[in-house]
């Protein structure tokens, strides 16, 4: 069982930018053996993908709206995940999660991911 805690988030103007962090943990737990992935739902919408890297931080996928504005990375010695979110705009508020899978892919559909975080608020004012 994988443990996943994000943090960074906040009320931040359009423009500005964030940068969220996932820190996993678990008994026996190496970080190396998942895809890892941030998911967001904004109130009344459904949960969708943001971003994906694989294991080894060789490949990575980002949602066509975010694409070039954030950008996922990974290190495997500290357990930890990143989103580095740039020139935020207001419809990029949303509840961001983050989620762990026992894949050597870059899995985008939320079914995939079987390791959850409780979620970060993210809130971009206009």
């Known amino acids: 069982q994988v443990q996943l805690v994000e943090s960074g988030g906040g009320l931040v103007q359009a423009g500005g930018s964030l940068r969220l962090s996932c820190a996993a943990s678990?008994?026996?737990?190496?970080?190396?053996?998942?895809?890892m992935a941030w998911f967001r739902q904004a109130p009344g919408k459904e949960r969708e993908f943001v971003a994906v890297?694989?294991?080894?931080?060789?490949?990575?996928y980002y949602a066509d709206s975010v694409k070039g504005r954030f950008a996922i990375s990974r290190d495997n010695a500290k357990n930890t995940v990143y989103l580095q979110m740039n020139t935020l705009k207001p419809e990029d508020t949303a509840v961001y999660y983050c989620?762990?899978?026992?894949?050597?892919?870059?899995?985008?559909?939320?079914?995939?991911?079987?390791?959850w975080g409780q979620g970060t608020q993210v809130t971009v004012s206009s």
């Open positions: 678990g008994r026996t737990f190496s970080l190396s053996l998942y895809a």
């Open positions: 989620a762990a899978a026992l894949d050597a892919g870059t899995p985008t559909r939320a079914y995939s991911y079987k390791s």
């Open positions: 890297v694989n294991r080894i931080a060789s490949r990575t």
